[in-house]
């Protein structure tokens, strides 16, 4: 049986209470000193009763009462199911290399004692543990397979934790299928010219089966993009495999992209494993943030581009696929063929076609338009009711720079539905950098409209924005009336038209 005894804490209780189950012979396996607790697991107490009168006797003890687990037992339990809902293995370490704690992925993977046995090569372990657990992230053979590995110290002389990411979750992770689903033009929302005229392009572009290189700062939509052009491509039926060159060291990256044959390195899977461009036969790849990729990578993708062909690390073979490649960067690359960082010739077979996305700050009112889809898609993401942007919130949005584009807005937009707890967001629930966190529809005077706004537009912006702010103050449309010196009709009406909820007469 397991106690919980509640006591008014003093000096020696513990053991005096640890005393009385002594004298009735009664072992204790587990006990836990949490004071005003303590909590006792006796597998050889069965009946509480006999033992009452004694321990009440005990100076300082309050209630004693059955528990199922105890709290500490309670706690490794759901430690326990967090780190095994992981499919990646995860470790905790200590700093001699031994490991202390593997979830269930890391046991059934690899199940060693130390770092040393665990990773196929001791000199990765050596580094991890020499670098404190701040070795940046590489990759790493274990049981033959390529993992990239990530590590973080537990805190002083603690040890560290590693995470091993697994390969064929790298590629889900770097798999655009997985979210973009069948998400084409449609998907890319933007009225504004700009946004018109790269759609009118792309949509030209798109049906041209060269390689097109997708230009614009992050967070612009250029992977949206991309995907949009594969589904209007004659290849929108076959894969499209999206890699992040700049998320993997260069040896990962190299068997992502071209595979690897069978005993290429060191415990190499033994059938060897295609990689993307063999997965994508026929389809296209995506390759995000080109102008990370290194310079024996570029060599290598350039011999691809020229000939269709490739060899997968460690073969001889020649590979041949016919694969559409859809590039993009937020770099500037003629500026870094100057500096020799990219290959100038790799440059003109990348971007035989080109797109460039305009940044969030130049689309005008796609701001708004895609703050409430963002909002739209949040609200039913997270559970929450249907929610909407007040007048001030849409005018602060539409004032903001938005440095981080079309990501950091959906962002913004996440976090304040997710937070909030009303369904119409102000300013002030947005938390944008620079902008006015007080409830202010008053800064419906403070900022301008969104560009390309008309009059009656304009008009309608202020006198949600006005009505908002006041309606808190005068709460019925007879006392706004009164306030503005109009008809309580008036004001019931507009209160209708802007969806401003509670609108009593
Ligand atoms: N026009 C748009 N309409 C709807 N959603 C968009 C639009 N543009 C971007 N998004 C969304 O914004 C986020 C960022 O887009 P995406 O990943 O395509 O940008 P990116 O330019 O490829 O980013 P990075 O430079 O970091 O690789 C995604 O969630 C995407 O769905």
Known sequence: ???????????????????????????????????????????????????????EQVQGVQAIRPVDLLPGARRRLYLDALLDAFADPVLAIDAKGRMLVANAAASALAPGADLATILDDPAVARDLLDSGFRAPPREAIVRGEPYLIEAR?????????????????????????????????????????????LKQR?????????????????????????????????????????????ALPESLAESE?????????????????PGLLELADRGTVFLDEIGEMSLYLQAKLLRFLNDGSFRRVG??????????????????????????????????????????????????????????????????????????????????????????????????IFRAVTLADHTTLASSDLELAGASTTTAPADT?????????????????FERGFLERLYPQFPSSRKLA???GTSHTTIANKLREHGIPGGRP
């Open 153 to 197: 110290p537990l805190g002083d002389g603690a040890g560290g934790m590693v995470h091993l990411h697994a390969p064929q979750r790298l590629g889900e992770r770097m798999n655009a299928l997985q979210h973009l689903g069948d998400v084409g033009f449609d998907g890319l929302l933007g009225a504004a010219p700009p946004m018109r005229a």
């Open 315 to 412: 073969s001889e073979r020649e590979t041949r696929v016919d694969v559409r490649i859809i590039s993009a960067t937020h770099r500037d690359l003629p500026a870094m063929i100057a500096k020799g960082d990219f290959r100038e010739d790799l440059y003109y077979r990348l971007n035989v076609l080109t797109l460039e996305i305009p940044p969030l700050r130049e689309r005008g009112d796609d701001v708004i338009l895609l703050a409430r889809h963002f909002c739209t898609r949040a609200a039913a993401q997270t559970g929450s009711p249907a929610c909407r942007l007040s007048a001030s919130a849409e005018i602060a949005l539409a004032a903001n720079p938005w440095p981080g584009n079309v990501r950091q807005l959906e962002n913004a």
């Open 202 to 246: 792309a949509a030209r572009v798109a049906s041209v089966d060269g390689p097109l290189l997708v230009l614009g700062e992050t967070g612009t939509g250029k992977e949206l993009l991309a995907h949009a052009c594969h589904r209007a491509s004659p290849r929108a039926e076959k894969p499209f495999l999206a890699l992040n060159c700049a």
């Open 445 to 461: 005077t403070a900022a301008s409209p969104p560009e390309g706004t008309s009059w009656a537009e304009a008009v309608a912006i």
């Open 257 to 273: 992209l071209f595979g690897y044959a069978g005993g290429a390195f060191s415990g190499a899977r033994r059938d060897g494993k």
């Open 1 to 55: 049986m397991r106690i919980e005894i509640a006591f008014s804490d003093r000096v020696g209780i513990a053991s005096e209470i640890l005393t009385v189950l002594a004298h009735h012979s009664l072992d204790a396996v587990e006990v836990e000193v949490n004071p005003p607790h303590i909590y006792i697991d006796s597998p050889d107490l069965t009946d509480l009763g006999p033992l009452l009168p004694e321990l």
């Open 482 to 484: 009164a306030r503005l």
